[in-house]
């Protein structure tokens, strides 16, 4: 049975369902550069009309959510692309 938890050196890191989708993504597609608008479309689904900048909120959550338990966060900013991991 698939569960959608997350732990990091033996701690529980707790996600919200949007966190934990982004973080699968991004994991299981190592190295791989994504934009703003495919991570939208691929965790919100097309029929999202909001702000792109939400991405960037949920990259900064997860951010610091490792960095609060001392666990280095492998997502980083690709400048004037988007994100990779």
């Known amino acids: 049975m698939l569960t959608r938890t997350v732990t990091a050196n033996g701690q529980e ?11 699968v993504l991004m994991s299981q ?6 934009t703003r608008e495919f991570l939208l479309e691929e965790v919100w689904g ?19 959510k490792f960095k609060s338990l001392n666990i280095p966060s492998d997502i980083n900013t690709v400048w004037g ?5």
Do not use: M, S
């Open 29 to 34: 597609n190592a190295g791989q550069v994504f």
């Open 13 to 23: 890191i707790h996600l919200t369902p949007k966190e934990f989708d982004l973080l």
């Open 46 to 64: 097309v029929d999202y009309f909001g702000n792109l900048r939400i991405v960037d909120t949920l990259i900064k959550r997860l951010r610091e």
């Open 81 to 85: 692309v988007g994100y990779n991991e």
